[in-house]
């Protein structure tokens, strides 16, 4: 079935470093793809998302490319701060369907 | 404007017994989404209330029953307790069935003993 695979964590970084958090998915049609942030005690929040290939879903300095041919939809930020500490989800899911499909998650710490 | 609202925080249950969770929606939003989610890994679809009825379902079983209120308001039951429903169960609200911009809730600790 449809799935999703994030990059394992934790992953520890210096402020001001750059950031890539791996996702790929394993899909039978062409889904939508999201990235969520779930800072501590909160709810995830919706980071970013692209529709369909070549997309670039863009939000707070992060940025995230469609890449069909890869099947991937890796996460970047040129300039982590302290205040990015938290766990990232990449998720998947299709037009008119609400099962939507999580990684496992990814812990960021960002240190000063 | 108040965001997601769940209830409540913490809850510790024994094995058999049966739990009811609750979630008010994001104002404006009129569907509901359940989620279980455990430790260390990504949430996983429950199922999806939407003018008081169950839209579409995860792979879960029986066990676990929703309901959806007038007001949009939403529980999740959950019967005959196993140690493996331990989760973080998170509610999601969007508008008219779309999830493409669900708003979460900050979960409820559910722990089976």
């Known amino acids: 079935g449809d799935s999703v695979t994030q990059m394992e964590g934790p992953v520890t970084l210096s402020e001001e470093a750059f950031l890539t958090i791996n996702c790929t998915y394993t899909?039978?049609?062409?889904?939508?793809l999201f990235w969520y942030v779930q800072y501590p005690g909160e709810g995830l929040q919706l980071l970013l998302k692209?529709?369909?290939?070549?997309d670039k879903g863009s939000n707070k300095g992060f940025e995230a490319t469609y890449r069909k041919e890869t099947t991937s939809f890796h996460l970047e930020k040129g300039s982590v701060q302290v205040s990015d500490s938290a766990v990232y989800f990449c998720?998947?899911?299709?037009?008119?369907?609400?099962?939507?499909?999580f990684g496992a998650g990814t812990r960021l710490t960002v240190k000063p | 404007d108040a965001g997601v609202t769940q209830s409540p925080t913490h809850l510790i249950k024994t094995r058999g017994q049966q739990v009811t969770l609750r979630c008010s929606p994001k104002?404006?939003?009129?569907?509901v989404s359940w989620y279980q989610q455990a430790l260390g890994q990504g949430p996983q679809f429950i199922f999806q209330?939407?003018?008081?009825?169950?839209?579409q379902r995860g792979n879960f079983p029986d066990r676990f029953s929703g309901h959806q209120f007038p007001n949009y308001s939403s529980e999740l039951n959950v019967n005959a307790l196993l140690l493996g429903d331990s989760a973080l169960y998170l509610c999601?609200?969007?508008?008219?069935?779309?999830?493409?911009?669900?708003?979460f809730g900050p979960g409820t600790r559910l722990t089976v003993t």
């Open positions: 999601a609200s969007s508008f008219t069935g779309g999830i493409d911009e669900q708003y």
């Open positions: 899909a039978t049609g062409y889904p939508s």
């Open positions: 692209a529709t369909k290939a070549d």
């Open positions: 998720a998947l899911t299709y037009y008119n369907n609400n099962d939507m499909r």
């Open positions: 104002s404006g939003h009129d569907t």
């Open positions: 209330y939407y003018e008081e009825e169950e839209r």
